[in-house]
């Protein structure tokens, strides 16, 4: 049975916290992968130094290598293929994410279907590892994809979990909980440990 709108993307002032945040990430997943693409671009139109920034910041991270990345404009993207399907990957389906999933829910996916979506990729280096095979930059792209598609099914929940923890918490009008003291009678009446040295701290 299909999800109502209202389910899918938050309708009251004090649920929009998790529309915001997948906008957010959807805008920096994006970003990302355009800074992938950019940066040969850059490079193509004498923009050395935004493209060496670029290159160096995803460096961290990926290794790189010319004989195992996409090229454009006679130069290489910022990662290789497989991180480039990673990349790819996790944004087209961040950004579909509300069509498939209520971006309120805080429900994770069997952990199974992570290790699922993992498997083609470690096959696919593990066989070129040991030799008994030679990936491409299609497999690599693919396999990357994969992963990074279905990790949106795991990151999201957990960034919906934060978002609606921040909001309970600045929720307006809302009374903070009370604290009760005791009457002065009922401390005056309360038992003393004095009558029981072995008691005492």
């Known amino acids: 049975m299909p ?44 923009h050395a130094s935004l493209a060496q920034t670029i290159y160096r910041a995803f460096g961290t991270l990926c290794h790189q290598l010319p004989d195992r990345s996409f090229f454009i404009a006679g130069h290489k993207f910022a990662v290789c293929a ?8 996790f944004t087209f389906v961040l950004i579909l994410f509300p069509l498939l999933r209520p971006l309120r829910s805080v429900t994770l996916p069997p ?16 066989l070129t590892f040991f030799g008994l095979w030679e990936n491409t930059h299609s497999t690599r792209l693919v396999t990357g994809m ?7 099914f795991y990151v999201m929940p957990g960034l919906a979990e934060l978002s609606i923890r921040i ?35």
Do not use: H
Request: charged share 15%; hydrophobic share 50%; aromatic share 8%.
């Open 3 to 46: 999800l109502s709108i209202a389910e899918y993307v938050p309708q009251t002032n004090q649920s929009w916290r998790p529309l915001i945040i997948w906008l957010i990430a959807s805008a920096t997943a994006l970003l990302l992968v355009l800074m992938i693409v950019g940066a040969p671009l850059a490079a193509a139109n004498d």
């Open 167 to 201: 909001m309970r918490r600045t929720i307006p009008g809302e009374a903070p909980s009370k604290v009760t003291l005791a009457s002065p009678e009922s401390i005056a009446g309360a038992p003393s440990d004095y009558s029981a040295p072995e008691r005492r701290i």
């Open 111 to 126: 952990p199974k279907w992570l290790f699922i979506a993992a498997a083609p990729l470690f096959v696919d280096f593990a």
């Open 146 to 152: 994969l992963l990074g598609g279905v990790t949106v």
């Open 82 to 89: 497989r991180c480039t399907g990673l990349y790819a990957g």
